[in-house]
Each structure stands twice: as C-alpha cells, then as structure tokens.
C-alpha cells in the first residue's frame, strides 16, 4: 500500500510539472515547447542551406490556429483535419514569410510530428494541401504558366494549378473530348476542330485514360502540343503513367486541373469536385462503394441524373464516368447547400438551355423532393469512412479571415 502512495505522489507530481511548465521536444531545426492549450515551434535555420525553399511539415489532428512569426512579420491560419491526422506543409508562397517561430492554438488539437523539408519531391513537385493552391499568390514556376502540386492527402494525385483557361485548354481540353465528350471520345480532335469549343473549367483523367491517350497519338502520329508534351513528361515522372519505350500503360494517382481565371470561391468548389475525383481514381474501395451507391438509387433518380449529366455533356452511355459524376457533384458542397445547388441553380440552368426538360424536371421533383439530401446523407457517410472528411470540405488550411460566405455560392431557396 506504500510503495502504491509513493507511485501516485510521483505520477501527481510529474502531472503539475506537465501543467505548469512546458514540455520540451525537438525535431532537427525546430524545437518544440507543449503548453497546456498550445504548441509553440521555434525554428532554426542556420543548417538550412535555402529556407526560401524549404517547407515546414506538420502531421496534425483536429482543429485550431497556426500563428507564424518572424522579426517583421506575422501571419495566422486556421487548420481543420477532420476525424484523421493530415500531413500539411506550410509553403512561404502562403504564409509571405519564414517564420521563427510557429504557435498551434486550440482546444482540440494534436500536433503528431514538425520537421523542415524540401519544398519539392523528387520529381520536382510541391506537396500541398487545397487550402494552399486556392488562397497563395499564384507564382509561375520555371517560366511556365502553371504550378504542379502533390496532394497531401493523396500524395500520388498530381494538381495543376494554370494561370489562365487558355493554358489549362493547352494542357487538357483534347485530353476531354477523347476520354468525356460524347462523339468524341476515343478519338484525337485536331487544334482546329477544337476551336470554339468548350473543355471543361477544371479538370481530373485517371491513368488508364491518359495511357490510351498518349499511345493513340505515338501509334498515329500525332502532332501534340508542347504542353500536352510537358504533361505527359510530369505524369511519366510521377509514375501516373508508365513506359517501356514504346508503349504507355496505367502507373497510379491521377491528374487534376484548375484555372486561377476562375473566381477563388468557385475555384475552391472546382477544386473540391475534382479531388472527389481523385479519391475515386486511386481508392478501389472507395470506388467499389460509390457503385454500390449509385445501383440502389431508383429508376427515377438514375434517369433524372443521366438526363443532368448529358445536358452537362457527359457521356452518360459510360458508367463509370456517370457513377464517378454523380459522387463528385452531389459531395463537392456541404449538405445543407444541396437544395440550392440543384434546386436554385441546376434545374433553372438546365431548364434555361433545354426548355423541353421543364415538365421532366417538375414531375421528377414532384415524386422526389428529398433525393438529393437522402442520396448525399448516404454519400456522405462512405466519403467520411475514407478520409475523415466531410461533403464540401476537403481542405485543411485556410486564411484566418475567410468567411462562411466565402463557402455559400447560392442563396437559400
């Protein structure tokens, strides 16, 4: 019974010393202080040979703030992780500084490990996190009017971030037709017959389609552009996909697109859908369970969502493409906006352009007015078994100051 007194005396002791004084760890360059409801990391540079291209690297869980501090500035964001710790990476083309020191503040948070790094892998490429490709300074790497980014929470998914339309067109517009567009798919469209058309605003191509792609245009002669070169270069170095000196074949990831010409807001709902797709691409299980999803939806709801797809000119003929669609538009917002985006939005702009869909349209919302929240409740659940994540919200840095409004694309209905 003493010896069991003397065990807690020394547990009660050791618990005020944890309470009242912080508790020093270290990681090499940075040396980190735990408070009672904070983080503090200092940062030491000196055996850095270029901070400028260096990351801070935080594997974190939860949710608070993140305050970054140096002799002239000082820079603060909020962080969410969901229910699963994230690996994120605080880029100086985020932040605008090299901070010397960095406090995590918050009720619920967990910091599992801190270390310096290399900004860029060894292809090249910048892990990061949503939040980062949407709200940093656009800066063109290299001279070219786009950056390429790894994406923290599926490392072998690759994100273009394009300057303009024009350039993402370069990069992805024939890739579109030939894998998407129906009367086109399959098949290589001259620059000239792509004139005037539409691609798509953002972009997602899983590896077996960019594999026949490139393999069409190296059996037929071709001419591509020299950035859809370049592109091919990136996913080869990426492992996206693979060749044998004569042939591409399907490696893993994906490739996803997006245009700083698109407004930020929209920008971070295109992001958001195209990462679903992402998730799709690399996650058979995933994939599997949106299948699975998809086949018990009823005959009217699956016939209301190819009627959607294909006035959004899809190929609603190609199944994986219609299941893949409708996981990505239904979770791309949060739940309680799914009303006024296919309500509010979607109805009147596919009514608008197909006038003929008006009674169609009526007589599907008459019989299921609750469609759209059942379908994502359930969608929803599966995304969140996955990533921890909830629908609209795959991001996990994001400016101290944006506001809810900044989310809320359409006004209530």
């Avoid at 950035?227 to 399907?250: F, N, Q, R, T």
């Avoid at 245009?259 to 992001?271: A, G, H, K, V």
Wanted: with cysteine.
């Amino acid at each position: 019974m003493q010896r069991l007194k003397f065990v807690n005396k020394i547990l009660f002791t050791a618990l005020i010393f944890i309470i009242t004084a912080p508790l020093e760890m270290s990681a090499e360059g940075i040396t980190i202080l735990k408070h009672k409801n904070s983080t503090e990391l200092l940062t030491d540079w000196s055996g850095i040979e270029k901070p400028e291209n260096s990351v801070i690297r935080l594997t974190l869980s939860g949710s608070g703030s993140i305050l970054l501090k140096n002799d002239e500035n000082t820079d603060k964001l909020r962080f969410s992780t969901g229910a699963a710790p994230v690996t994120v990476d605080l880029h100086n083309s985020m932040t605008g500084l090299i901070p010397h020191s960095i406090t995590l503040d918050g009720s619920s948070f967990d910091l599992l490990s801190a270390e310096i790094s290399p900004e860029k892998n060894e292809a090249g490429v910048q892990q990061a996190d949503i939040g980062h490709i949407i709200f940093s300074e656009f800066a063109a790497a290299g001279g070219k009017p786009w950056n390429v980014y790894s994406w923290n929470l599926i490392p072998e998914v690759l994100i273009f971030d394009t300057a303009d339309y024009e350039t993402q067109a370069r990069l992805f517009k024939r890739l579109a037709f030939f894998v998407e567009k129906p009367g086109y798919t399959g098949r290589l469209v001259p620059n000239e017959e792509l004139e005037g058309k539409h691609g798509w605003n953002a972009h997602d191509y899983r590896p077996e389609d960019l594999a026949e792609f490139f393999n069409k245009a190296a059996e037929t002669g071709f001419s591509l552009n020299t950035e859809e070169v370049m592109l091919k270069e990136h996913l080869l170095s990426h492992g996206i996909i693979l060749s044998d000196g004569e042939l591409y074949s399907a490696g893993k990831g994906a490739v996803l697109s997006v245009s700083r010409e698109t407004l930020p807001n929209w920008r971070y709902r295109f992001l958001t859908h195209e990462c679903l797709h992402g998730l799709f691409f690399t996650n058979e299980d995933y994939r599997d369970d949106m299948f699975e999803a998809f086949d018990s939806l009823s005959s009217d709801e699956i016939e209301f969502w190819k009627h959607l797809l294909d006035y959004r000119n899809y190929d609603v003929e190609n199944k994986y493409l219609l299941v893949n669609e409708h996981m990505a538009y239904s979770l791309q917002q949060p739940v309680e906006e799914i009303d006024e985006y296919f309500k509010g939005f979607l109805y009147k702009k596919m009514i608008a352009a197909r006038p003929w869909e008006n009674e169609f349209v009526a007589e599907f919302e008459k019989n299921n007015s609750t469609s759209f929240r059942s379908t994502v409740s359930k969608l929803e659940k599966i995304l969140y078994n996955y990533t921890g994540r909830l629908s609209g919200h795959l991001a996990n840095l994001y400016p101290i100051e944006i506001d809810e409004q900044f989310y809320n694309l359409f006004p209530p209905i």
